[in-house]
């Protein structure tokens, strides 16, 4: 099955820098990969995601980049602010919908 | 996007004794599923709750422990049986949209003593 990776588990950065992570998949069918923020006691929430025919896709201040090559996508977001604060989980999915999730990080914004 | 409602929203119960889950969607959608996520993990898919015929189920998942049901498009219940502190858990569900995205209700939040 599929095996995805997440790296850092865990992410401090200062109010007003960038925020990056990195996920890694075994399965060359995976072709959709979505993002979810999760708040404390909240479902994941959809913010992103990226399909295997897109390089890039940007919402503001968030932007996923794929490499179909290498199998590895990334999530970035600029400019983070406090309500940034959250566990993040990238996940993938081939054609039978099911999604395998990363382990998730925990990000931290420092006011 | 889906709005997804689960009930209970928490629960605190004793080893031995099943719970149900309620799951409800505010518009008809084809696939339902049911994910747990362990206390500081991730999300683990349980099964596919399909409607109008069995559960498919993953593997380390057995219907026996994990009975499921979907009787129409806007609902779904699961059963945690014969529980052990070892099923203390967030039990979501999620709801298959358009173009593959999965939107997931708030959780049920699970303590078994």
């Known amino acids: 099955g599929e095996n995805v990776e997440q790296h850092p588990s865990t992410l401090s950065v200062q109010e007003g820098d960038s925020a990056v992570i990195k996920c890694t998949y075994s399965?060359?069918?995976?072709?959709?990969f979505p993002w979810y923020k999760q708040e404390l006691g909240k479902g994941p929430q959809l913010i992103i995601d990226i399909r295997s025919n897109v390089g890039e896709k940007k919402d503001q201040r968030i932007a996923v980049t794929l490499n179909k090559t290498a199998k590895h996508f990334s999530l970035h977001i600029t400019e983070t602010q406090p309500e940034d604060s959250a566990v993040y989980f990238c996940a993938a999915s081939s054609n039978d919908y099911k999604l395998s999730f990363g382990a998730g990080t925990t990000v931290t914004v420092r006011a | 996007s889906a709005v997804i409602s689960q009930k209970p929203s928490r629960d605190i119960c004793q080893r031995g004794t099943s719970l149900t889950i309620q799951c409800q969607v505010d518009s008809q959608v084809t696939m339902m599923f049911w994910y747990r996520q362990q206390p500081g993990q991730s999300l683990t898919l349980i099964a596919t709750?399909?409607?109008?015929?069995?559960?498919?189920?993953e593997s380390g998942f057995v219907i026996d422990k994990f009975p499921i049901s979907r009787p129409n498009l806007t609902f779904s219940t699961l059963t945690v049986s014969n529980m052990s502190p070892e099923d203390s858990s967030i039990y979501l569900c999620?709801?298959?949209?358009?173009?593959?995205?999965?939107?997931f209700g708030p959780g049920t939040r699970l303590l078994v003593l």
């Open positions: 399965d060359s069918a995976s072709n959709y």
């Open positions: 999620s709801v298959e949209a358009p173009r593959r995205t999965q939107y």
């Open positions: 709750a399909n409607q109008g015929s069995e559960a498919t189920y």
